[in-house]
């Protein structure tokens, strides 16, 4: 099971971050991953994580400004999200595959998805 959180309306160049908390699975046998959904559009990986060996993945649009990480503690994956433009808005989603020994790849088929969080960003 996958539970976002942390989404809301943030201004041009503010920040925040999204929580994905996860349980049922071991994840360091799994990727797990953020994509988001504009209206409208399509469907983006922005980035993913690897159970594995912890590497990441971004989208060049997000690049230098998300910072995806897991906190074994707390079974959660973090999304932080800086100097966020209006671009960003989208409803948010956290995704996991079973794929042990995998590095991180935005390319990846994902089958277990969470609900979704709204990231709003005012220009």
């Known amino acids: 099971q996958l539970v976002e959180s942390g989404g809301g309306l943030v201004q041009a160049g503010g920040s925040l971050r999204l929580s994905c908390t996860y349980s049922?699975?071991?994840?360091?046998?799994?990727?797990i991953a953020w994509f988001r959904q504009a209206p409208g559009k399509e469907r983006e990986a922005v980035a993913c994580?690897?159970?594995?060996?912890?590497?990441?993945r971004y989208a060049d649009s997000v690049e230098g400004r998300f910072t995806i990480s897991r906190d074994n503690r707390r079974n959660t994956v973090y999304l932080q999200m800086r100097s966020l433009i209006p671009e960003d808005t989208a409803v948010y989603y956290c995704?996991?595959?079973?794929?042990?020994?995998?590095?991180?790849?935005?390319?990846?088929?994902?089958?277990?998805w969470g609900q979704g969080t709204q990231v709003t960003v005012s220009s």
């Open positions: 049922g699975f071991d994840a360091d046998d799994y990727l």
């Open positions: 994580l690897s159970g594995t060996d912890y590497s990441t």
């Open positions: 995704a996991a595959e079973f794929a042990p020994g995998i590095r991180a790849s935005l390319i990846r088929e994902f089958d277990h």
